[in-house]
C-alpha cells in the first residue's frame, strides 16, 4: 500500500520535517533545527503548530442521529448544546474500545465525528454496522484537512488572524462559521497536549494558507510540532492514546476513563458489560509511576511484583517536561496503592518503579 | 555530517578511536542526528569482555532505543560517567564525548572497520 498524504506535506518538506510513516500516512516526526524536546517546550512555552489532518472525521445526520449517536458514544450525548465538543468512547458489547473520539454538535439532527486515523475504516465500519433508519453517516475525512494551534499564546496569535472574538469560544465549544484570514473555517477550543488552544478544520485547498497565515502571524512565538512532540505532550497530560492506554481489550474503566462513560444515563454499546465490571470491581486499573532505579519504561514492557507477571506499561518515556522518565501502566488491581513498589522488566532486568498518582503535567486548558 | 579522517567506523555507525592498544568508542553524528534528542545512556561495565560487533551498551532517545555495538573485541577499562547525568552530550559533540574506551585484544578487528572516506560513502548511500 502506498503511502497517504495530507494537504499540508508540502509544509512538512518546507519547514524540513523528518518524515515517518504513521500509520500510512507520511507525517512529521520532528523538524530539522528543533527536535522533540524543544517543540515539546516550544508547545507549553508559547505555541505550536501541527497537522493533524490525518484525523477521521464522519458527519452523522437525519431525525433520529441524537439517538443514535448517544447508542453509539459512553458520554452523554443527549444533554449537549448545539455548537458543544464532547470527548467519549465508542465501545463494543464486550466494553473493549472501538475507538475514543470527539462528538461536535450541529444540532440534534447533525454531529461531527473525529475518530482516530489509524481506526477510520474500523470504526466507520463499526458506524454502519449498528446504523439505524433515519439516520445517516458518511466519511467525510477527505474533506477535511485538520491544524491544531496549543500553548499558552494560541489565542494571542489566533485572535490576530479571525473575525470573531475567541473568548467566545469556551473549552470544549466551536464555531463552525469562523474566518481565517478570509477562509472559512470551524474552530473549536480542544487539542491533545494540555495546553490551551484550537483545532481548526479547513477544506484541504486550504490548508497551506491556513498553515503559513498562522505561522506568519505567530512569528517567534510558534513553530510547527512534530508527531514526537505531539506524543509526549499528550502523554504528560495523561491523555490516553488508542492502541496504548485503551484498546479493544481494555475498558474505559480500567483505562480510568470513567468520567467519560456514563452508566447511569442513557443506554449504549458496551454499557451494560460495564456495570457488571463496576459491579464485580475492577480485576486491573491504569496507574502513574515513576522509576527509582534507571531506565526508560516504554510501551509494552512486563511489569513485574516479586517476580511474577502483574501487567505492562501502556506509555512510558522521558518527560521533557518534568526530565525524567514517567509511565502509565495496566496492572494488577492488587498493586496499585500509592507508594506500592513495582519492577518494570527493561531488557530482561528488573528496574524499580513506585506507584505514584499526581506526578503528571496539571493540565492548563480553561475548563469553565 | 561530521566524519572526522583518524576515526574508523561501523555499518552501525559506531566510531573508534585507536591509541596503541586502547580504542575510546563513541556514536557517530550520523547516529545522533537520526536518533534525535538522547535522553538516556546504559554504559557497560568496567572489566566487560565484549567481542566485535557484540552489544556494549544503550542509547536511548525520546522515541527510540539503540544498541550500541562494539567495533572491535576488548575488555572494558573505563566508562564515560558523565553521560549518565547529561546524555544530550552525545547530542552536542559526538566526536568529543567518548562512551568507553576499550582495551583491543586484538588488531584484526580494526581492519574490518571502515575509514572516514569509506563511511562517508556508506551514509550518503543510506539517504
Known amino acids: ?66 439517538e443514535f449517536v448517544q447508542r453509539l458514544v459512553s458520554n452523554d450525548i443527549k444533554s449537549m448544546q448545539d455548537f458543544q465538543v464532547i470527548y467519549g468512547l465508542m465501545c463494543y458489547p464486550s466494553g473493549g474500545v472501538v475507538d475514543d473520539l470527539l462528538v461536535y454538535r450541529y444540532s440534534n439532527s447533525k454531529y461531527l465525528l473525529v475518530i482516530n486515523a489509524a481506526n477510520v475504516e474500523k470504526d466507520f465500519a463499526w458506524i454502519q454496522e449498528n446504523l439505524i433508519p433515519g439516520v445517516t453517516a458518511d466519511n467525510v475525512s477527505d474533506e477535511y484537512a485538520q491544524l491544531a494551534l496549543q500553548g499558552p499564546a494560541a489565542q494571542e496569535i489566533l485572535q490576530q488572524i479571525v473575525d470573531v472574538d ?32 484550537f483545532e481548526v478544520y479547513v477544506r484541504p485547498e486550504d490548508a497551506v494558507f491556513i498553515w503559513e497565515e498562522i505561522l ?56 451494560s458489560a460495564l456495570l457488571s465490571q463496576k459491579e464485580e470491581g475492577l480485576k486491573r486499573r491504569l496507574v502513574e509511576f515513576s522509576m527509582i532505579g534507571k531506565g526508560i519504561p516504554r510501551a509494552h514492557y512486563e511489569v513485574q511484583k516479586d517476580g511474577v507477571h502483574i ?39 528488573a528496574i524499580e518503579a513506585v506507584v505514584e498518582p499526581g506526578i503528571f503535567y496539571k493540565k492548563k486548558t480553561k475548563s469553565k | 555530517m561530521n566524519i572526522p579522517k583518524k576515526l574508523l567506523y561501523t555499518s552501525e555507525h559506531e566510531w573508534i578511536k585507536v591509541d596503541g592498544e586502547r580504542g575510546h568508542i563513541g556514536i557517530t553524528d550520523y547516529a545522533q542526528h ?65 562512551i568507553a574506551i576499550v582495551e583491543l585484544s586484538t588488531s584484526d578487528d580494526l581492519d574490518k572497520l571502515m575509514s572516514a572516506e569509506e563511511y562517508t560513502a556508506f551514509c550518503a548511500n543510506l539517504d
Open chain 1, 216 to 271: 506568519h502571524a505567530g512569528g517567534e512565538l510558534v513553530s510547527p510540532v512534530g508527531l514526537g512532540a505531539r506524543d509526549s505532550l499528550r502523554f504528560e497530560a495523561k491523555l490516553p492514546l488508542y492502541g496504548q492506554e485503551i484498546d479493544q481489550d481494555i475498558t474505559p474503566l480500567e483505562a480510568g476513563l470513567g468520567f467519560f462513560a456514563k452508566l447511569n444515563g442513557d443506554d449504549f454499546i458496551g454499557r
Open chain 2, 34 to 98: 537520526h536518533l534525535g534528542d538522547i535522553v538516556f545512556v546504559e554504559l557497560p561495565e568496567i572489566g566487560e569482555e565484549v567481542a566485535m560487533g557484540e552489544s556494549m551498551g544503550v542509547i536511548e532517545s525520546v522515541k527510540a532505543v539503540a544498541t550500541l555495538f562494539s567495533p572491535a573485541g576488548g575488555r572494558v577499562i573505563e566508562v564515560n560517567d558523565e553521560l549518565e547525568e547529561a546524555p544530550e552530550l552525545l547530542n552536542e559533540d559526538p566526536y568529543g564525548n567518548w
Open chain 1, 311 to 349: 501487567g505492562h506499561v501502556t506509555t512510558g518515556l522521558h518527560a521533557p517536561t518534568f526530565k525524567k522518565p514517567i509511565g502509565l501502566a495496566l496492572i494488577n488491581i492488587n498493586y496499585t496503592e500509592p507508594g506500592t513498589r513495582l519492577d518494570i522488566m527493561i531488557r530482561d532486568k
Open chain 1, 1 to 66: 500500500m502506498s503511502l497517504k498524504q495530507t494537504p499540508l506535506y508540502p509544509m512538512h518538506l518546507k519547514y524540513n520535517g523528518k518524515i515517518i510513516d504513521f500509520g500510512g500516512w507520511e507525517l512529521p516526526v520532528q523538524y530539522e533545527g528543533m527536535g522533540i524536546i524543544k517543540e515539546h517546550n516550544m508547545v507549553r512555552e508559547k505555541a505550536g503548530l501541527f497537522d493533524v489532518s490525518h484525523m477521521g472525521e464522519v458527519l452523522v445526520t437525519g431525525d433520529k442521529a441524537e
Open chain 1, 166 to 197: 475567541l473568548d467566545s469560544i469556551r473549552f470544549f465549544w466551536f464555531n463552525p462559521e469562523v474566518k481565517i484570514s478570509g477562509v472559512e473555517c470551524i474552530v473549536s477550543r480542544t487539542g491533545y497536549t494540555g495546553e490551551d488552544g
